[in-house]
């Protein structure tokens, strides 16, 4: 492969680590179409699916321990609500990630086109700003309503190489009621069970091609950050808003392809 490819994926990587910084998110969401529309677009080799979900996760986890730090500095990572949701996505989502090996590509892009639909709607729905400034140590949740949520979409994200901060983060706001930057930081640090799950189980069965990984890491994590600065900077109603953008133009987009 070229070092114009290389660079491709530095600069790929540098983007979508800061988003993940910014808005709280592993980058699957952004990393997933980037790999796959944009280096037939400047003339590069197309990349499999199944190496673009390996790296999705490797690249999610990775920006996530960094930015994670950030958030946690600043109190906005709470423990309980990691530790719930965060240990009843591990299982489920290793075993997506091993039975993702057998799954055809078809039905994988039907999956993650499923879930970002659903968390597009979700971000559409009106919501109050007023606690989204509180820190962690203010937050109460319901534990059992966690566990059900992480246990139920822990396969799916497996199945598609994501570390799920996109569908998380809807479920936080609208189901549990999470302040938003809290929910921010502690998505950041859910999402490191749920990919480091994943990113077990697609290491195992060959998915993760790791020149290509160090590349898009060189740029991730520094990146992330970066994001974590701004966003901390930047009004909630401002980032909620980018999300939802975010969330529903990659929607449209798998799903206008998968209808083609």
Known sequence: ????????????????????????????????????????????????????????????????LSAMFFYKKHNLVNKPLVLTLGLSL???????????KVVPDKPLLFIFGALAFIAAVMMLIPRSYAKDELTE??????KPTAIVIGVSIGFLIGLVGQGGAFIIIPILLYVLRIPLRVALGSTLAIGLFSSSAGLVGKIATGQVPFHMAAALLLGAIPAAQAGGFVGKKTKTQYLRWLLAVIIIVTAVKIWADLFK
């Open 1 to 64: 492969m070229s070092a114009e490819f290389y660079l491709f994926l530095w600069a790929a990587g540098s983007i979508v680590g800061f988003f993940s910084g910014l808005l709280g998110i592993g980058g699957g969401i952004l990393m997933f179409p980037l790999l796959l529309y944009v280096p037939p677009f400047f003339g590069f080799d197309a990349i499999g699916v199944k190496s673009i979900t390996g790296l999705t996760m490797i690249q999610g986890f990775f920006a996530s």
């Open 137 to 142: 140590e203010k937050v109460v949740f319901h």
């Open 90 to 100: 591990f299982m489920s989502s290793l075993t997506g990630s091993f039975v993702s």
